[in-house]
């Protein structure tokens, strides 16, 4: 009884007017979100070999950046792809490891073992270091950083 007493407003009688088709607009985040996770295994048994993977994402475009520091002597590498890696002074332009054009979820890369039989580093110590930026942004000035990971290991 009371529902029948109710009457029905008009604006909800009309039929929608759709005057064209929308299409929505793809925008960049207001904030860019990244996240960046880094494991380095050492194996001491035959043969000595370092593994090294990384798990990356983030919601825009994108660069990981994974460097190695010797403590000791202040040296450092970058890791130019998955089979170089080269030694750099610190300010001089180096090359992402990982580059995304658009935002990715989360996946995980394995980089091949490293040897380190004939290398003389038993009892060394390095801290790596795994960055993203914004695509293209260097990673000298730690604004640029969306985010930071670091593991230090002994060979």
Known sequence: MFLKDISRPEFLSL??????????????????ISRV????????????????????????AFDTFLIAEHLSTASYWY?????????????????????????????????PNIVLDNLELTGEVFLFHAITTERGASPYDTRNWLYYDFKEVEL
């Open 15 to 32: 039929p929608a007017l759709l005057t064209s088709t929308e299409i929505p607009v793809i925008q960049s985040p207001l904030n860019e």
């Open 37 to 60: 996770s880094l494991e380095v295994i050492v194996n001491k048994d035959n043969p000595h070999g370092l593994g090294i993977s990384y798990t990356h994402s983030a919601n825009s």
């Open 79 to 111: 890791f130019e792809d998955n089979s170089t890696i080269r030694k750099f002074r610190l300010g001089v332009n180096i090359t992402s490891l990982s580059v995304h054009q658009i935002s990715e979820a989360t996946h995980r890369h394995e980089l």
